[in-house]
């Protein structure tokens, strides 16, 4: 892994290649998965889109197919970088897991409609901010975008009020984890 509390925008990690513990590329990141609703929730599955395959730990596939995501618990990853996921099973002896009841970014955060408390519409979500912390990777905050803060000095202001509130030390265009009320219906509801 790279340096503790390193930030990382989750759309650079999206696509990278992945790679089994004999270093051979089986696919690419997809998704991550987090506990929530901790006030900093931790990364505790990665999803990994296979490359063609027609097997998957024990259970053999009818036929060969290259549309197979797998989610992978957060213990079975070596590395994580904007360059590479290095698992530390071999394909296909994956640990699969299943994605019933989990929460994933790509999914179920990033592009979403952010709403304050009482419902009036913020933004969507243009990026998640993701932090390195204690060997493991966390959701920091959600990234809006730089232009729509100039066009909207509200918005700026009401940001402003929540990073001091969560004395958060992001940049503007950070809306800082904490201040995530609830996901409600596809939107993220923010509130201080």
């Not at 990026?127 to 100039?150: F, H, N, P, T």
């Amino acid at each position: 892994m790279a340096g503790e509390n390193e930030s990382i925008d989750f759309s650079d990690m999206i696509g990278v290649k992945a790679f089994d513990a004999t270093g051979r590329h089986i696919g690419h990141l997809q998704d991550v998965a987090i506990e929530w609703p901790p006030a900093i929730p931790l990364v505790t599955y990665v999803a990994i889109h296979l490359n063609w395959t027609d097997r998957v730990g024990e259970v053999a596939l009818v036929r060969r197919s290259e549309d197979v995501v797998l989610l992978l618990p957060w213990h079975d990853v070596d590395e994580l970088t904007t360059d590479a996921v290095r698992v530390r099973s071999e394909h296909p002896d994956l640990p699969v897991e299943t994605a019933a009841g989990k929460m994933l970014v790509r999914r179920d955060i990033l592009d979403k409609q952010m709403v304050d408390d009482n419902g009036n519409r913020l933004q969507r979500v243009d990026d998640v901010l993701m932090e390195r912390r204690a060997g493991s990777l966390a959701v920091a905050g959600l990234k809006v975008s730089a232009g729509l803060l100039v066009a909207s000095p509200g918005l700026k202001r009401y940001i402003l009020v929540l990073k001091r509130r969560f004395s958060s030390g992001y940049d503007v265009e950070v809306i800082p984890w904490q201040a995530v009320r609830s996901i409600e219906g596809g939107s993220l509801v923010i509130g201080g």
